[in-house]
């Protein structure tokens, strides 16, 4: 029995290593990354605490070195889907009651793990599979997933302690009741912690969870599930499926007690998701949360009074880090013509500096490869139709092979028409493209730029006059979720910048804050009474 009122350890974000030459860190990763590359690894779902093969399976390969096998995932049927959402389920009411303190302390230890044994692991599962420089690995599959699961426990505090007033002769309480039901988490490939956060955080406020996530995300996945385990989730709290998406999806969707949709992905995927939920909503036995953060077409606009070398590098950083595979990643760039030659050419001559793309074992690249063929192809397409166009011309990279890796330099296209095809569409590549406007223009492009685009994710704005910072913030308040003031469109941070956009970009729940938690309970009302009345009439009755 709870008979004291607990606090969550101090929260602070966990600090960066740097992996210098030399450094304990990066020799430790860059065995870890050898050995996982050397060994073959099989891959099972977890269902009820339980690891489940079913024979049906998928290859691994990393992006970079795609002819090399590195293991299998095993797929599931429709039998599986099931004992996944039995296993939730059977999992809720127990694990809905367990004491606030016990559930955050789960979480609590997983962070600790990532911090200390498994953060070689999970960074080199990241590097190897997901083809993330050791940088990008660190602030992601370490950094992140530590610190949702970590503040996420604070912010549980924060909701819980939240209480309405009383009146004399009376005690009103609020309890945050997880959803009734169970929780669908559907996670992509290019984030770790977003991966891990989905599942992790409807759990932690007592839901159970039917988690799927990307084919191109399952190595990391498994370590995932590794942790939570040796944290000790219970059997069943979070069940991890793999296998063809529509079919798990018309399961778990069509299931009278499905209660909460938790998404990261693509605008069209989410959108479609939403459309079934609607047509079956008269199956539900309760309305169901739907929390999405899909994509993005991600925007950098610089003032005449901007600092050139700060755009360029905002322009480097914010499109080609992770390949531009981040759906904050800077797409679209609206330069002063005054400045446009300086700072393109001071971007190409780092493109230049970052050289060739190639495997993250080598921790020199800053570029590594695209996910998969489709990735590759696709960005592709556009690359080839620019170097066609009358509107647009190539300005840096345009180059790409995939013989070993899926390999794509980092690219620039100018061009002559601010509506031109990669101005409006997300390529989720290492491709941006930049649009020059006269000076005088400033306002129009402001407008512009909220025209533009469907998505509302991110942005920034470069520039010194005040009053011209404040003229963006206005003129793009609807613009993007996370806006950024001399600074890229990336690196959000938990805790300090909660994380989503609106418009097509998804429901603006943001991620690393409370209001995402908020998201997977019921409130419920209990008004206690201390002397209740005995007599129905009330003075205004008396004669």
């Known amino acids: 029995m709870s008979n004291a009122l607990f606090k969550?350890?101090?929260?602070?974000?966990?600090?960066?290593?740097?992996?210098?030459?030399?450094?304990?860190?990066k020799q430790n990763v860059l065995q870890t990354y050898k050995s996982l590359y050397k060994n073959h690894i099989d891959i099972p779902m977890y269902i009820n605490g339980e690891e489940v093969r079913t024979g049906t399976c998928k290859s691994i390969a990393p992006p970079h070195d795609h002819k090399h096998e590195i293991g299998k995932y095993h797929l599931a049927s429709e039998k599986e889907v099931q004992m996944a959402i039995d296993s939730a389920l059977n999992a809720r009411d127990k694990w809905g009651q367990t004491p606030w303190q016990s559930r955050a302390a789960v979480f609590l230890k997983a962070a600790d793990l990532l911090a200390g044994p498994y953060r070689a692991r999970i960074n080199a599962a990241t590097m190897l599979a997901q083809s993330k420089t050791i940088h990008q690995a660190e602030i992601d599959a370490a950094c992140e997933l530590i610190d949702f699961l970590r503040f996420n426990a604070s912010f549980l505090t924060q909701i819980y302690s939240d209480q309405p007033?009383?009146?004399?002769?009376?005690?009103?309480?609020v309890s945050y009741r997880p959803l009734e039901g169970f929780i669908y988490a559907i996670?992509?490939?290019?984030?770790?912690?977003?991966?891990?956060?989905?599942?992790?955080?409807?759990?932690?406020?007592?839901?159970?969870?039917?988690?799927?996530?990307?084919?191109?995300?399952?190595?990391?996945a498994q370590v995932i599930m590794e942790v939570f385990q040796e944290a000790g989730l219970p059997a069943g709290v979070i069940n991890m499926v793999y296998g063809d998406p529509v079919m798990i999806s018309d399961q778990v969707l069509g299931h009278a007690d499905f209660s909460g949709l938790?998404?990261?992905?693509?605008?069209?995927?989410?959108?479609?998701?939403?459309?079934?939920?609607?047509?079956?909503?008269?199956?539900?036995?309760?309305?169901?949360?739907?929390?999405?953060?899909?994509?993005?077409?991600?925007?950098?606009?610089?003032?005449?009074?901007?600092?050139?070398?700060?755009?360029?590098?905002?322009?480097?950083?914010?499109?080609?880090?992770?390949?531009?595979?981040k759906c904050s990643a800077a797409s679209r760039v609206y330069l002063p013509k005054s400045k446009a030659d300086t700072i393109l050419d001071q971007v190409k001559q780092d493109i230049d500096k970052i050289g060739k793309p190639g495997s993250p074992e080598d921790m020199?690249?800053?570029?590594?490869?695209?996910?998969?063929?489709?990735?590759?192809?696709?960005?592709?397409?556009?690359?080839?139709?620019?170097?066609?166009?009358?509107?647009?011309?190539?300005?840096?990279?345009?180059?790409?092979?995939?013989s070993c890796g899926y390999f794509i330099d980092p690219t620039v296209i100018v061009t002559t028409n601010p509506r031109y095809e990669t101005m409006e569409t997300e390529l989720f590549g290492p491709v941006v493209t930049v649009y020059v406007y006269e000076d005088d223009q400033w306002k129009e492009t402001l407008k512009l730029?909220?025209?533009?685009?469907?998505?509302?994710?991110?942005?920034?704005?470069?520039?010194?006059?005040?009053?011209?910072?404040?003229?963006?913030?206005?003129?793009?308040?609807?613009?993007?979720?996370?806006?950024y003031i001399n600074d890229k469109p990336t690196g959000a941070v938990v805790g300090q910048q909660p994380f989503g956009g609106a418009r097509a970009s998804g429901t603006n729940d943001k991620a690393g804050s409370a209001l995402n938690l908020l998201r997977w309970v019921s409130p419920r009302l209990i008004k206690e009474t201390f002397v209740s009345p005995e007599d129905y009439s009330y003075p205004f009755l008396e004669s």
């Open 8 to 25: 969550v350890p101090a929260i602070a974000n966990e600090k960066v290593l740097d992996y210098k030459k030399n450094s304990a860190e």
């Open 165 to 173: 007033q009383s009146a004399s002769g009376m005690w009103n309480q």
């Open 449 to 483: 730029v909220d025209t533009t685009s469907e998505y509302a994710l991110t942005g920034a704005v470069f520039a010194k006059d005040r009053y011209l910072i404040n003229e963006a913030l206005e003129a793009l308040e609807n613009s993007a979720g996370n806006f």
């Open 364 to 402: 020199t690249r800053f570029v590594t490869a695209v996910i998969h063929q489709q990735a590759f192809d696709r960005n592709v397409h556009f690359i080839e139709r620019a170097k066609k166009s009358n509107e647009a011309t190539i300005y840096a990279g345009g180059q790409y092979d995939d």
């Open 187 to 220: 996670t992509p490939f290019n984030f770790t912690a977003i991966a891990g956060n989905l599942p992790a955080s409807a759990a932690l406020m007592g839901n159970t969870v039917v988690w799927k996530p990307s084919d191109a995300q399952v190595y990391s």
């Open 262 to 325: 938790h998404f990261t992905g693509s605008t069209e995927v989410f959108k479609n998701l939403w459309k079934q939920i609607g047509n079956n909503i008269h199956n539900y036995k309760t309305y169901p949360r739907i929390v999405g953060e899909t994509g993005g077409k991600d925007f950098i606009i610089a003032h005449p009074s901007a600092n050139s070398k700060q755009v360029s590098t905002a322009i480097v950083r914010g499109a080609f880090e992770l390949q531009g595979q």
